[in-house]
């Protein structure tokens, strides 16, 4: 497909990696690392308990045996429904997911009075809400491998996901604060006692809606040009979509109070963008836009506040947490205390002191896992997410359709952009913004997307390595890729 | 495509690359800055995981530490309550510790480098070794008349203080500050109910948690007269020697007359110094204190303690709760020249002199003490949690020489004489000698006199074996005969109680 690509491949196997002969199905292998991915957690929750409880109860497998039964569940819908999947997806998923559930639990033991944890049950507290959420995301993830059989068929309703995805950015930010606002940022819909944060699943929308448009426009948005200081520049015109997109993302930043969202979705459209068109000069443009953008809300910020004035406090906070370390720096002064407490090795699970951080079963649970399992710990934590986020990566590159790479690459950067943002900002890297830790986190929204960003991925996955019905290696057409199946896209263009 | 997806794949690598790094930098270089921040409750809990020593006076614990099942392992606790709220302070988990509590806060914690054998011996066993244990040179039974006697004071009043030493050491055998709080809430686990507590009593208007005795300075009046004596006798002037004095004076350069409490005060036109000091004249003192001048009297001030800005009241050359400066304020005109009419009127206690109850107890010990000022403390001793490592005894040292042990006896004769037969009869305790000089300060044209009596007493060897200060605040005229009984009293408890001469 590309000068890179074909010179790294053979030529007797057109579409780079050669996924395609790859006839085994690996369920075994995904199989045997998703039980050890719940040994881990088992054995998670009963250090949790020696630690906090001194003892281990006799019940601390329960957990972990329930986490086990979904995941099960799931595997045996992939043996169905996405034979092909990359196995490694799942258990690294389902390793996050139950370590996620094990540390709220762990955080309800510490709430509880003694007398109490005797008879937190399984589906008690955040962390038995977490079990339920995962059930539900994890049903919804094999709903979706089972309703949607071809990636391609998400590229039917495109226009419909960028205007659902739109209107779900956009809703927390005309909403009234009381309903929106969580401190200081807008990003929630909150009815009853239950909170929905809809970027979660824009998220997934706009990035289908991108990737339709792109692989339609990638030929003039990559072709036509004017060459200047030696880099291809677009035409005027081209830059239209982009600058909405910006727009889009600047106005997030200003009106729902979230550099991370804002950061999120300008790093997504860019990256599929670059992805689209292989030009370089897409993502200086980008990053000049945004950081531009972000310095400009900084300087407004200082000058006339307003809606700035949000952006420009966290900024400042970032650059010196310590200035106001009992108010405006409180979280991020503790997150970095906590991460410092923990040091190499971590307090051990259940040893720490979590509930000193704010908010430490949502964007601090980086930070509370850092204090018990230490820079080894979140170390291995990281490579997990890149694991996830390099398959993901790996799906897209052997998949043969544009829309599926744009699809699948988009998504898995997303996924590692989002573990940057939130990680990076709990760390002191960047500045503090109110973003999810992908499968960490408390919370039924972010578990869900995330559940369903994985369903792609592992139908995309699935898609790529799905061996070839009869037609051989040699065959010239890569399977499952032929342009006229996408609707509506005159502009695919297959260059071997 | 897959070229740049191969490269965000690598953009992905680096970002992860950039969050490593920068965990490293927190978890492993800067590990210990944040472990040991100022900022991170951790250091509370592991704080508050080894039980805290206790604050004795008298053989009974007036601030322990008892286990709890929280996370919060022990909670301090004040069973003397209200009584010895600002004799040791008290130690909340998120606000400011004060008093004892907080100076002698490295042996209660146990994480004193003197400490270092109970540390190494806890790495051995496994144990938590208590803090050390920190001994008050406070007398219990002084306290608790100091303490009630205050609260019911006949005067009716609700602010005061009352600090009681002993001349020949410095310790301090009672220190009490009117209203008092109780210390319980504070130290509370909850820190929604410390909070509440704290606000609660920081909006008093009585401000019970300013420590009156030590932090708190207010015009001393009459009992200043002691001051001003001694630099006249100083200056050729002797007990018997007779001063001006009359019904009313008039400074030079004011129209302000001074006059005397009451009409049979001094009306004569002169009197011998000791009986200026014994009905307290107004008029005698006023132009003794201009004939001395300005710097004279200043002088004698800053010799007896005034001024000094750096004195702390805790364990002896260490810190401990911070004493309030006594000043004699401006005498000065703004040319430059001394103000006729303020000497005057600071030459009797009044104008801007400012005094601390412990400075008036400092004056009256010094009396009593032959002229030696002893520095004043309240550490007796600092025990291991074994109760026989000793890590510290009171060794009493002198603070300075205001006068000499003749000038002193000759103050003593005249304080006698003030009990004997003048303003402050009701201090007396049978079998013992005491000396003292009561005090009524005007300090504005709305608010009622302070009433104050600073004295001593001597046993029938002539040992000084008390000195006290008492203040009664907006007591109106006449509150000084009150204080000088409540004196009296506290003095009769300190010299009955065990280990009292």
Same mark, same amino acid.
């Given at each position: 497909?590309?000068?890179?690509?074909?010179?790294?491949?053979?030529?007797?196997?057109?579409?780079?990696?050669?996924?395609?002969?790859?006839?085994?199905?690996?369920r075994?292998?995904?199989?045997?690392?998703?039980?050890?991915?719940?040994?881990?957690?088992?054995?998670?929750?009963?250090? +949790?308990?020696?630690?906090?409880?001194?003892?281990?109860?006799?019940?601390?497998?329960?957990?972990?045996?329930?986490?086990?039964?979904?995941?099960?569940?799931?595997?045996?819908?992939?043996?169905?429904?996405?034979?092909?999947?990359?196995?490694?997806?799942?258990p690294?998923?389902?390793?996050?997911?139950?370590?996620?559930?094990?540390?709220?639990?762990?955080?309800?033991?510490?709430?509880?009075?003694?007398?109490?944890?005797?008879?937190?049950?399984?589906?008690?507290?955040i962390?038995?809400?977490?079990?339920?959420?995962?059930?539900?995301?994890?049903?919804?993830?094999?709903?979706?491998?089972?309703?949607?059989?071809?990636?391609?068929?998400?590229?039917?309703?495109?226009?419909?996901?960028?205007? $659902?995805?739109?209107?779900? +950015?956009?809703?927390?930010?005309?909403?009234?604060?009381?309903?929106?606002?969580?401190?200081?940022?807008?990003?929630?819909?909150?009815?009853?006692?239950?909170?929905?944060?809809?970027?979660?699943?824009?998220?997934?929308?706009?990035?289908?809606?991108?990737?339709?448009?792109?692989?339609?426009?990638?030929?003039?948005?990559?072709? $036509?040009?004017?060459?200047?200081?030696?880099?291809?520049?677009?035409?005027?015109?081209?830059?239209?979509p982009?600058?909405?997109?910006?727009?889009?993302?600047?106005?997030?930043?200003?009106?729902?109070?979230?550099?991370?969202?804002?950061?999120?979705?300008?790093?997504?459209?860019?990256?599929?963008?670059?992805?689209?068109?292989?030009?370089?000069?897409?993502?200086?443009?980008?990053?000049?836009?945004?950081?531009?953008?972000?310095?400009?809300?900084?300087?407004?910020?200082?000058?006339?506040?307003?809606?700035?004035?949000?952006?420009?406090?966290?900024a400042?906070?970032?650059?010196?947490p310590?200035?106001?370390?009992?108010?405006?720096?409180?979280?991020?002064?503790?997150?970095?205390?906590?991460?410092?407490?923990?040091?190499?090795?971590? $307090?051990?699970?259940g040893?720490?002191?979590?509930?000193?951080?704010?908010?430490?079963?949502?964007?601090?649970?980086?930070?509370?896992?850092?204090?018990?399992?230490?820079?080894?710990?979140?170390?291995?934590l990281?490579?997990?997410?890149?694991?996830?986020?390099?398959?993901?990566?790996?799906?897209?590159?052997?998949v043969?359709?544009?829309?599926?790479?744009? /699809?699948?690459?988009?998504?898995?950067?997303?996924?590692?952009?989002?573990?940057?943002?939130?990680?990076?900002?709990?760390?002191? /890297?960047?500045?503090?913004?109110?973003?999810?830790?992908?499968?960490?986190?408390?919370?039924?929204?972010?578990?869900?997307?995330?559940?369903?960003?994985?369903?792609?991925?592992?139908?995309?996955?699935?898609?790529?390595?799905?061996?070839?019905?009869?037609?051989?290696?040699?065959?010239?057409?890569?399977?499952?890729?032929?342009?006229?199946?996408?609707?509506?896209?005159?502009?695919?263009?297959?260059?071997? | 495509?897959?070229?740049?997806?191969?490269?965000?794949?690598?953009?992905v690598?680096?970002?992860?690359?950039?969050?490593?790094?920068?965990?490293?930098?927190i978890?492993?270089?800067?590990?210990?800055?944040?472990?040991?921040?100022?900022?991170?409750?951790?250091?509370?809990?592991?704080?508050?995981?080894?039980?805290?020593?206790?604050?004795?006076?008298?053989?009974?614990?007036?601030?322990?530490?008892?286990?709890?099942?929280?996370?919060?392992?022990?909670?301090?606790?004040?069973?003397g309550?209200?009584?010895?709220?600002?004799?040791?302070?008290y130690?909340?988990?998120?606000?400011?510790?004060?008093?004892?509590?907080?100076?002698?806060?490295?042996?209660?914690?146990?994480?004193?480098?003197?400490?270092?054998?109970?540390?190494?011996?806890?790495?051995?066993?496994?144990?938590?070794?208590?803090?050390?244990?920190?001994?008050?040179?406070?007398?219990?039974?002084a306290?608790?008349?100091?303490?009630?006697q205050?609260?019911?004071?006949?005067?009716?009043?609700?602010?005061?203080?009352?600090?009681?030493?002993?001349?020949?050491?410095?310790?301090?055998?009672?220190?009490?500050?009117?209203?008092?709080?109780?210390?319980?809430?504070?130290?509370?686990?909850?820190?929604?109910?410390?909070?509440?507590?704290?606000?609660?009593?920081?909006?008093? !208007?009585?401000?019970?948690?300013?420590?009156?005795?030590?932090?708190?300075?207010?015009?001393?009046?009459?009992?200043?007269?002691?001051?001003?004596?001694?630099?006249a006798?100083?200056?050729?002037?002797?007990?018997?020697?007779?001063?001006?004095?009359?019904?009313s004076?008039?400074?030079?350069?004011?129209?302000? !007359?001074?006059?005397?409490?009451?009409?049979?005060?001094?009306?004569?036109?002169?009197?011998?110094?000791?009986?200026?000091?014994?009905?307290?004249?107004?008029?005698?003192?006023?132009?003794?204190?201009?004939r001395?001048?300005?710097?004279?009297?200043?002088?004698?001030?800053?010799?007896?303690?005034?001024?000094?800005?750096?004195?702390?009241?805790?364990?002896?050359?260490?810190?401990?709760?911070?004493?309030?400066?006594?000043?004699?304020?401006?005498?000065?005109?703004?040319?430059?020249?001394?103000?006729?009419?303020?000497?005057?009127?600071?030459?009797?206690?009044?104008?801007?002199?400012?005094?601390?109850?412990?400075?008036?107890?400092?004056?009256?010990?010094?009396?009593?003490?032959?002229?030696?000022?002893?520095?004043?403390?309240?550490v007796?001793?600092?025990?291991?949690?074994?109760?026989?490592?000793?890590?510290?005894?009171?060794?009493?040292?002198?603070?300075?020489?205001?006068?000499?042990?003749?000038?002193?006896?000759?103050?003593?004769?005249?304080?006698?004489?003030v009990?004997?037969?003048?303003?402050?009869?009701?201090?007396?305790?049978?079998?013992?000698?005491?000396?003292?000089?009561?005090?009524?300060?005007?300090?504005?044209?709305?608010?009622?006199?302070?009433?104050?009596?600073?004295?001593?007493?001597?046993?029938?060897?002539?040992? !000084?074996?008390?000195?006290?200060?008492?203040?009664?605040?907006?007591?109106?005229?006449?509150?000084?005969?009150?204080?000088?009984?409540?004196?009296?009293?506290?003095?009769?408890?300190?010299?009955?109680?065990?280990?009292?001469r």
């Open positions: 497909m590309t000068v890179a690509a074909t010179s790294n491949s053979p030529p007797t196997t057109p579409g780079g990696q050669g996924g395609v002969r790859l006839a085994r199905s690996r075994n292998a995904e199989l045997s690392l998703l039980l050890l991915a719940m040994v881990l957690v088992a054995a998670y929750g009963a250090m +949790v308990e020696a630690s906090v409880l001194d003892t281990v109860t006799p019940s601390f497998w329960v957990p972990a045996a329930a986490l086990s039964a979904v995941f099960l569940g799931l595997h045996v819908a992939i043996r169905f429904l996405a034979p092909f999947a990359d196995p490694a997806l799942l690294s998923v389902a390793l996050l997911n139950g370590l996620g559930v094990g540390f709220l639990h762990r955080l309800d033991l510490a709430r509880a009075t003694p007398a109490e944890r005797a008879e937190l049950a399984t589906f008690a507290g962390g038995g809400r977490q079990l339920a959420w995962t059930l539900i995301s994890v049903a919804l993830a094999a709903g979706l491998l089972a309703v949607v059989r071809d990636h391609r068929s998400i590229s039917r309703y495109a226009y419909t996901l960028g205007l $659902a995805g739109i209107v779900l +950015v956009m809703i927390p930010a005309v909403l009234p604060p009381s309903i929106s606002e969580i401190n200081g940022a807008k990003l929630w819909i909150r009815v009853g006692g239950l909170s929905i944060q809809p970027g979660e699943f824009a998220k997934l929308a706009l990035l289908a809606f991108f990737a339709y448009y792109l692989v339609r426009k990638r030929e003039v948005l990559s072709l $036509a040009s004017r060459r200047f200081l030696g880099v291809d520049f677009p035409r005027g015109r081209d830059l239209g982009v600058v909405v997109v910006w727009l889009i993302s600047l106005l997030v930043l200003v009106f729902e109070k979230d550099l991370g969202t804002s950061l999120l979705y300008f790093g997504m459209f860019v990256a599929t963008l670059y992805i689209a068109t292989e030009r370089v000069s897409w993502l200086l443009i980008g990053l000049v836009l945004f950081f531009g953008g972000a310095y400009l809300a900084y300087v407004l910020g200082e000058l006339i506040g307003g809606p700035f004035a949000n952006f420009y406090l966290r400042n906070i970032w650059l010196d310590f200035a106001d370390p009992y108010n405006d720096g409180y979280q991020l002064v503790q997150g970095l205390l906590a991460l410092g407490s923990g040091g190499m090795f971590g $307090a051990g699970p040893a720490g002191q979590p509930l000193k951080l704010p908010e430490v079963q949502n964007d601090f649970i980086f930070a509370g896992l850092g204090e018990e399992i230490g820079l080894f710990g979140l170390s291995a990281l490579v997990v997410y890149l694991l996830i986020v390099e398959r993901g990566l790996r799906a897209a590159l052997a043969h359709d544009s829309f599926g790479k744009l /699809l699948a690459g988009g998504l898995a950067f997303t996924l590692g952009l989002q573990v940057f943002v939130i990680v990076g900002g709990i760390s002191g /890297l960047i500045p503090l913004t109110g973003q999810t830790t992908p499968f960490l986190s408390a919370g039924g929204s972010s578990l869900m997307a995330n559940w369903l960003l994985i369903a792609i991925l592992l139908r995309v996955s699935d898609a790529a390595r799905r061996p070839v019905a009869g037609g051989g290696a040699s065959s010239t057409r890569p399977p499952g890729g032929p342009p006229e199946q996408l609707h509506g896209a005159p502009t695919e263009v297959i260059r071997p | 495509m897959n070229a740049p997806l191969r490269r965000v794949g690598v953009v690598m680096v970002l992860f690359g950039l969050l490593f790094a920068n965990l490293n930098r978890q492993a270089y800067k590990a210990d800055d944040y472990r040991n921040s100022d900022y991170n409750g951790r250091v509370q809990v592991a704080e508050y995981e080894r039980k805290r020593g206790n604050i004795e006076a008298g053989g009974t614990a007036f601030a322990v530490s008892k286990q709890t099942d929280g996370e919060l392992e022990y909670l301090r606790t004040y069973p309550g209200a009584k010895y709220a600002h004799a040791i302070g130690k909340p988990v998120n606000l400011a510790d004060t008093g004892i509590e907080e100076a002698e806060n490295a042996f209660l914690a146990g994480t004193s480098d003197q400490l270092i054998g109970d540390r190494l011996r806890d790495l051995v066993t496994g144990d938590e070794t208590a803090g050390a244990n920190v001994l008050l040179t406070i007398s219990k039974q306290q608790d008349v100091a303490y009630e205050l609260r019911d004071n006949r005067a009716g009043v609700s602010k005061g203080a009352a600090i009681a030493l002993d001349p020949r050491t410095g310790a301090v055998q009672a220190l009490v500050s009117m209203p008092s709080f109780d210390p319980n809430p504070l130290a509370s686990h909850d820190s929604d109910e410390a909070t509440t507590a704290y606000n609660e009593l920081q909006q008093n !208007p009585d401000g019970p948690l300013k420590n009156r005795a030590l932090g708190e300075v207010l015009p001393p009046g009459s009992t200043f007269k002691i001051v001003t004596a001694a630099a006798l100083e200056n050729g002037v002797t007990p018997d020697t007779k001063i001006p004095a009359g019904p004076w008039t400074p030079p350069t004011s129209g302000e !007359p001074i006059e005397n409490a009451a009409a049979s005060i001094c009306p004569e036109a002169e009197v011998t110094l000791m009986n200026a000091v014994t009905e307290s004249c107004n008029t005698g003192f006023a132009q003794l204190g201009v001395l001048g300005a710097d004279t009297l200043k002088e004698k001030a800053r010799q007896f303690g005034f001024e000094q800005d750096d004195l702390t009241v805790g364990r002896l050359g260490e810190d401990g709760e911070p004493v309030a400066a006594s000043r004699t304020g401006s005498m000065e005109n703004p040319d430059g020249s001394v103000d006729q009419a303020a000497l005057a009127q600071s030459s009797i206690g009044q104008r801007d002199v400012r005094m601390t109850p412990l400075q008036g107890a400092l004056i009256a010990a010094t009396v009593a003490n032959d002229g030696n000022q002893m520095r004043p403390y309240l007796s001793q600092i025990l291991g949690a074994d109760r026989t490592t000793n890590y510290y005894t009171a060794e009493p040292d002198e603070l300075r020489q205001p006068v000499s042990d003749q000038v002193a006896a000759e103050l003593r004769e005249m304080m006698e004489s009990v004997q037969n003048g303003t402050g009869r009701n201090a007396r305790i049978s079998g013992y000698t005491v000396g003292g000089k009561t005090g009524t300060a005007e300090s504005g044209p709305d608010t009622p006199e302070h009433a104050w009596f600073i004295g001593f007493a001597l046993d029938e060897d002539g040992n !000084p074996v008390s000195a006290v200060c008492v203040l009664l605040e907006e007591t109106g005229d006449g509150g000084s005969a009150e204080a000088a009984r409540i004196a009296g009293q506290i003095m009769r408890a300190a010299i009955a109680s065990p280990g009292s």
